[in-house]
């Protein structure tokens, strides 16, 4: 459009979910005036300005929202989301959950006044209620810059070249956050030191946390904010005693829950490991014939093809780097027994959820078919080898399909008997080191024996008095290196005989032993150049604009 951000409201509200916005020339999503709306399960990265902008306007009416939840924001050029104030304070809450804010250039979260766009690091103390749940920033300039009404709980703030959050302060309250490895942690602001962490969070490869991270059940499930309730996490939407910290919650178990009682016969015969059990993350049937609808509550998942119905399970695997994968196994409760248990693709897209998900905003599944499941029988578990799929950490998905018409059900996550991934792994066998004593190879100083034919050259003059005169260049330059220091015999032969005929008369015969007996003690210096090793990694671009 005329701004070039990817999308831009004015005075209107809707959804933007699953899009990636990169390499634009301004910023990913723009609102001004009377705008709200939900931005969720997108990427914004790498445009020139900001990934979200929104304007304050003046504004009195009704509270308009905006929640920005699931988004990964990396790489703009400015700020990951920029607040712009107004003189005027208007009526607007924003919530800010669950997003990965990373590697913007200038501020993760940065509040601007006077309707400036500069990014220049004021940090302006808005009065409009700004709600900072949940989210992991990593290696911003700024994690978060102002606020004077502004509630950030549950962070996580790693990284940050200059400072994690600035001036945070008025009636604003900073809670249950963890700072590490910032240029400074905090200044300014009302941070509950009590409740904050200072160290390592341990993240992997996605900004998850792996296993043994402090901040695994370090955060609280309610929080209260000038008598409002500004987030209240109910039982069974985290896992452990508390929610943990940062942008996605860990799902790390000792074993299965108590209600894993049946016997589950393996797929293959165990091998020696530790045991880890994996509850599911996110898993929901979608259904053809009502494409808009979301069954993500719903306790069972259907795998059908009359009506046409899929079922997606998405598992978050941590705390096994470095350790060898030996076996993966996907556990599933029967609760409706088929001929075709269903067919099991992998999901390269993890950007789903399962309070949102239906059949018009399902990933796909990928070409790959990862297993399948024949006759299955009720109120037995039935096993799915996944060894091939998992081999380290990450998020995993599969889209599960049937070919045939008499469905088969599962019980889901929120059912009676819900499904776990079971992994068994073990660290890498050590190499024991060779404890025999060493031959020494170096008794022996080398003689080495040249034999070098040089090349003779012979000048002659002659005059009346006839005179020959020869001159013998036997020029021979070796240069050689040898560790340890070799003696060398060079011997030069042939002894060579010359017999010439000159005219006028003159007969000269002459012979020439040039016998040279040389013997030098020679140094090699051996320079090594390592081979350099390029390692060239393509990622694929769904689009650009």
Not at 194 to 215: K, R
Not at 233 to 252: H, R
Not at 289 to 315: Q, R, W
Request: overall charge negative; some cysteine.
């Amino acid at each position: 459009n005329a701004n070039d951000d990817g999308i831009d409201f004015s005075d209107s509200g809707g959804l933007v979910r699953g899009n990636i916005f990169e390499n634009g020339t301004d910023d990913g999503v723009d609102f001004d005036m009377k705008s709200e709306a939900i931005v969720e399960n997108n990427i914004m990265r790498n445009n020139h300005e900001d990934g979200i902008e929104i304007r304050f306007q003046d504004y009195v009416g009704p509270t308009l929202n905006i929640t920005i939840r699931n988004n990964q924001l990396i790489g703009n050029g400015q700020n990951g989301i920029q607040l712009i104030g107004y003189p005027a304070t208007s009526n607007r809450v924003i919530n800010i959950e669950h997003n990965l804010i990373k590697d913007n250039a200038r501020v993760g979260v940065g509040l601007m006044d006077n309707a400036q766009s500069g990014e220049d690091y004021r940090a302006a103390s808005l009065l409009e209620r700004i709600n900072v749940i949940n989210n992991t920033f990593s290696g911003n300039k700024y994690a978060i810059t102002g606020g004077d009404n502004l509630v950030a709980v549950n962070n996580i703030f790693t990284g940050s070249t200059t400072m994690g959050i600035k001036n945070i302060d008025g009636n604003s309250v900073v809670s249950h956050n963890l700072f590490w490895n910032n240029g400074t942690d905090h200044s300014g602001s009302n941070v509950d030191l009590s409740s904050s962490l200072f160290a390592n969070p341990l993240l992997d490869l996605d900004f998850g946390l792996q296993y043994g991270s402090p901040a695994i059940d370090a955060g609280t499930a309610q929080f209260i904010f000038q008598g409002s309730t500004i987030f209240d996490y109910l039982p069974g939407t985290y896992f452990g005693t508390a929610p943990d910290l940062g942008w996605l919650e860990s799902n790390f178990l000792n074993e299965p829950t108590a209600i894993h009682t049946p016997t589950i016969p393996p797929t293959s015969t165990p091998r020696p490991g530790d045991t880890f059990t994996f509850a599911p993350l996110d898993d929901a049937t979608v259904n053809n014939s009502s494409p808009g609808t979301n069954y993500g509550s719903d306790a069972l998942l259907i795998v059908d093809n009359s009506p046409i119905e899929h079922f997606l399970i998405k598992f978050q695997v941590d705390g096994l780097n470095g350790l060898e994968i030996t076996q993966a196994t996907l556990n599933l409760y029967v609760n409706n027994e088929s001929t075709r248990g269903g067919d099991f693709y992998l999901v390269l897209d993890n950007f789903w959820a399962e309070e949102t998900i239906n059949w018009y905003n399902a990933p796909i599944a990928d070409s790959t078919l990862v297993a399948s499941l024949d006759t299955v029988a009720i109120n037995n578990w039935v096993s799915i080898d996944l060894t091939s799929l998992i081999t380290d950490d990450g998020l995993y998905s599969l889209r599960v399909s049937s070919t045939t018409t008499d469905a088969a059900k599962y019980s889901s996550k929120e059912g009676e008997f819900p499904p776990f991934l079971e992994i068994i792994a073990a660290s890498p066998p050590a190499t024991t080191p060779d404890l025999r004593t060493p031959t020494d190879t170096t008794t022996t100083t080398p003689t080495t024996t040249q034999i070098i034919t040089p090349t003779v050259t012979f000048t002659n003059t002659v005059t009346t008095t006839p005179t020959l005169t020869n001159t013998f260049t036997p020029t021979a330059t070796v240069t050689i290196v040898f560790t340890p220091t070799p003696t060398f015999t060079e011997t030069f032969t042939p002894t060579p005989t010359e017999t010439e005929t000159i005219t006028p008369a003159l007969t000269a015969s002459r012979t020439v032993t040039p016998t040279a007996t040389v013997t030098k003690t020679i140094t090699l210096a051996v320079t090594s150049t390592p081979i350099r090793e390029e390692y060239f990694y393509f990622l694929p671009c769904i689009f650009s604009y």
